[in-house]
């Protein structure tokens, strides 16, 4: 896969209006200001690719991304407390749309702020996804903000925060280092590379 060749594509701010899925998706979920944007700028080189920004809340669409031959899913951030019901509402409709629609939906890369313990809304996201049985993958993020002994705390401290942690596939990832990069792009190649059996399917 080129990882410099990435576009943006749409976005979309209700689920009855999210298009039909017709490649290999990732998609990125986690609590506002998580550093999704963040991440997809570094696994494409670019900054400005998806736009980051300081304010909690601020992506309300879902936004798709292509690069060859896979899409790019970036759901809105939740979680952020200031938020109006109504607008919390819409969110949930817009990921539960597009989670649940019948898409080729090869993971989903669940972020985790790596300095704190998982948020009541990180563990709802983890037990909803292990229910669906839907493949994830858990990246934890702010990894450069914390020092060496800090660090080795929170990864002692997870196996007993997030249930079956120890069986999922973690990546540590720094947005200051790049530390993470290089398995995340070798883990989605993997996943959406098919096989011409899978195409004929």
Same mark, same amino acid.
């Given at each position: 896969m080129n990882w410099n060749i990435a576009e943006f594509l749409s976005a979309y701010g209700l689920s009855s209006q999210l298009p039909k899925g017709e490649q290999p998706e990732i998609a990125f979920a986690g609590r506002s200001n998580v550093g999704k944007s963040t991440l997809i700028n570094k696994l494409f080189n670019r900054k400005g690719l998806a736009r980051v920004s300081a304010v909690p809340g601020k992506t309300a669409t879902i936004n798709f991304y292509r690069c060859d031959t896979v899409t790019f899913v970036d759901l809105p951030g939740y979680g952020y407390a200031k938020t109006a019901k109504s607008e919390l509402h819409r969110w949930r409709d817009l990921i539960n749309g597009y989670l649940q629609a019948? +898409?080729?939906?090869?993971?989903?890369?669940? &972020?985790?702020?790596? +300095?704190?313990?998982?948020?009541?809304?990180?563990?709802?996201?983890?037990?909803? &996804?292990?229910?669906?049985?839907?493949?994830?993958?858990?990246?934890?993020?702010?990894?450069?903000?914390?020092? +060496?002994?800090?660090?080795?705390?929170?990864?002692?401290?997870?196996?007993?925060?997030?249930?079956?942690?120890?069986?999922?596939?973690? =990546?540590?990832?720094?947005?200051?280092?790049?530390?993470?990069?290089?398995?995340? +792009?070798? &883990?989605?190649?993997?996943?959406?590379?098919? =096989?011409?059996e899978q195409d004929e399917v």
């Open positions: 019948e +898409r080729d939906l090869r993971a989903v890369l669940l &972020l985790i702020d790596m +300095r704190h313990p998982p948020t009541k809304d990180d563990l709802q996201m983890v037990d909803f &996804l292990i229910d669906t049985e839907m493949p994830f993958a858990i990246v934890l993020t702010k990894a450069d903000k914390l020092n +060496r002994t800090q660090r080795e705390k929170r990864l002692a401290a997870l196996p007993g925060e997030i249930p079956q942690f120890d069986e999922m596939n973690v =990546t540590v990832f720094s947005a200051m280092t790049g530390e993470g990069v290089p398995e995340l +792009r070798a &883990l989605i190649e993997e996943i959406t590379v098919d =096989t011409p």
